[in-house]
């Protein structure tokens, strides 16, 4: 079964992905690079379309050698992948892969919190609980466990604080991505804001701790439970890609 549909607005932007830059210092590329990975994330370009090099040149004002730099870019980061007789296109994630994703989370992000717990400033971990308490609030007020995509990412902030370049930048820049710019459409699950709250905090108060075997056994199992209902939902022909859930996108 192939992940597919249409995509939904997720209001990220390339600043969202690497490091902001001002316009004077990033080039060409960069801006190009920029415009057509915010046209795949919002869906005017649709999971498995063609990458098509002279429209899309035509419509950013530019030769097709930033254009096609900017494909290379997103190949690499397999957002866009290129097949046989057909050129480049927008991946299009079967059930499978994307289970496989979660494994690969699964142990990246292990490690991470337990590096985090080695790492994080005092001030980072009192940052990470603010983040929870606002959460708290949030889900408090309306049932629904919504993170931005940004710096203050649960997720994204516990990558950030393992200080290892290399896990970063394969969580954050990489594997984020691909999953956020799939959207899932599914009925509601009772009690899932409320449960991954719960273990959000158990981890944050693992790191506070700085228990890095608790730290990593919580986030692993943290994981493998998005993994096993996302498993559970897709048997059962209740997750698709579809555009505007409110449940989606969400690295929880």
């Not at 098509?52 to 096609?68: D, Y």
């Not at 870019?73 to 050129?87: N, W, Y």
């Not at 899932?184 to 693992?206: D, M, W, Y």
Request: charged share 30%; glycine share 8%.
């Amino acid at each position: 079964m192939t992940i597919s549909g249409a995509l939904s607005p997720i209001g990220e932007v390339a600043a969202d992905i690497e490091p902001a830059e001002d316009d004077g210092a990033r080039t060409l590329g960069d801006r190009v690079y920029g415009q057509l990975l915010d046209a795949i994330m919002t869906g005017e370009i649709p999971l498995g379309a063609k990458i098509r090099e002279i429209e899309l040149a035509q419509r950013f004002g530019v030769s097709r050698g930033p254009l096609r730099e900017a494909i290379r870019r997103l190949e690499e980061r397999r957002i866009v992948v290129r097949t046989a007789h057909v050129g480049a296109r927008v991946n299009e994630l079967t059930s499978q892969a994307l289970l496989e994703l979660f494994y690969v989370r699964e142990a990246m992000e292990g490690m991470a919190a337990r590096l985090a717990s080695e790492r994080m400033s005092d001030r980072e971990i009192a940052e990470l609980g603010a983040l929870l308490e606002h959460h708290a609030e949030v889900v408090e007020r309306s049932d629904i466990y919504e993170q931005p995509s940004s710096d203050r990412d649960f997720h994204y902030l516990i990558a950030k604080g393992a200080r290892n370049d290399l896990i970063e930048g394969l969580l954050c820049r990489d594997l984020y991505q691909l999953l956020r710019i799939y959207r899932f459409k599914h009925s509601a699950q009772p009690g899932r804001a409320q449960r991954a709250l719960l273990e959000h905090q158990r981890i944050a108060g693992a790191i506070a701790d700085r228990d890095g075997d608790l730290s990593e056994i919580l986030m692993r199992r943290h994981i493998r439970a998005a993994r096993l209902n996302l498993e559970k939902l897709i048997n059962e022909g209740r997750a698709t890609a579809a555009p505007g859930t409110e449940t989606s996108g969400r690295l929880t």
